[in-house]
């Protein structure tokens, strides 16, 4: 308490005036001058607050963030394309298949937008050599699908142990077996999956011509889940263990070339759920 009010008495020197009203036995409020002052106080803070606004806008055109889109960031950039009112920020955005941060260190890019690959060891240490930081944004919602006739397709419910010999067809093509590391991390309890990455594929009979039978197939983009989808002859699962299926999606960025545009979009992004959901 004697802290507060010596930097109280410390402010009311500065100013010249009483901001307080110190009567024995009062709750501390303000005084007549201390309220006329706090309210114009108010009004220069909101309006520095909108000159700060009106200076990143009017920048927004010459300083663009670059964005690469890795593995689902397609659907966070059509996702952020939705978001209203955000202005701030100006965006170039590209897709390119990701399988290290070179894009990164090469500054072809200024921050990647995808699946947080923090549970495979060998992007880890490449983040940690180059500099990058990771800032969590949302989540990223997956459905399991199998064939009709597939061994597990007859279950009510899937538990990660069911899938344990099984192979997953990874079907994106900016995917990399990394993705497979954060499935086993993230969204499986104690099985390990051995990927088959091959082509994306568009329909249930091409599946069945190339022999995906008794595959799994994690989806996730939209295009992808919505052909597939349409199909017959396919079981789908949308909780694994009792609990939604979904992976932790992340912006991965240069820690040194953090500034208030990254900050914007980040607040923008925060909390963000994309994906199929059931």
């Given at each position: ?143 399991l699908v199998l064939m009709a006739d597939h061994p597990l397709a007859c279950r009510t419910s899937i538990r990660s142990e069911d899938l344990a010999g099984y192979r997953v067809l990874i079907t994106d093509p900016s995917s990399s077996p ?47 889940v919505e052909s597939i989808s349409r199909a017959n002859g396919i079981v789908e699962f949308h909780e694994l263990d009792g609990k939604p299926m979904r992976l932790p999606l992340v912006a991965s960025y240069r820690k040194k070339c953090r ?20």
């Amino acid at each position: 308490q004697s802290t507060l009010s010596a930097h109280m008495a410390s402010i009311e020197k500065d100013l010249g005036f009483s901001v307080f009203d110190h009567r024995p036995g009062n709750a501390v409020s303000l005084t007549d001058a201390g309220w006329d002052f706090f309210q114009s106080a108010q009004r220069i803070v909101e309006m520095y607050d909108e000159a700060v606004a009106q200076g990143r806008r009017d920048t927004k055109a010459s300083a663009p963030l670059r964005i690469i889109a890795g593995s689902f960031g397609k659907e966070l950039m059509q996702a952020l394309d939705a978001i209203q009112g955000f202005e701030t920020v100006a965006l170039e955005g590209e897709f390119k298949a990701l399988f290290d941060f070179s894009q990164l260190a090469k500054d072809d890019g200024d921050i990647i937008l995808g699946c947080d690959y923090s549970a495979s060891p060998a992007m880890t240490k490449e983040a940690e050599d180059l500099g990058i930081a990771h800032e969590p944004l949302g989540f990223m919602n997956m459905k399991l699908v199998l064939m009709a006739d597939h061994p597990l397709a007859c279950r009510t419910s899937i538990r990660s142990e069911d899938l344990a010999g099984y192979r997953v067809l990874i079907t994106d093509p900016s995917s990399s077996p990394s993705y497979i590391d954060a499935i086993n991390a993230f969204m499986l309890d104690g099985v390990t999956l051995k990927p088959s990455i091959r082509p994306q594929l568009s329909s249930l009979a091409e599946m069945r011509r190339r022999g995906f039978g008794t595959d799994l197939f994690f989806l996730h983009a939209k295009a992808e889940v919505e052909s597939i989808s349409r199909a017959n002859g396919i079981v789908e699962f949308h909780e694994l263990d009792g609990k939604p299926m979904r992976l932790p999606l992340v912006a991965s960025y240069r820690k040194k070339c953090r500034d208030w545009r990254y900050d914007a979009l980040f607040e923008s992004l925060c909390g963000i759920e994309i994906g199929p959901t059931q």
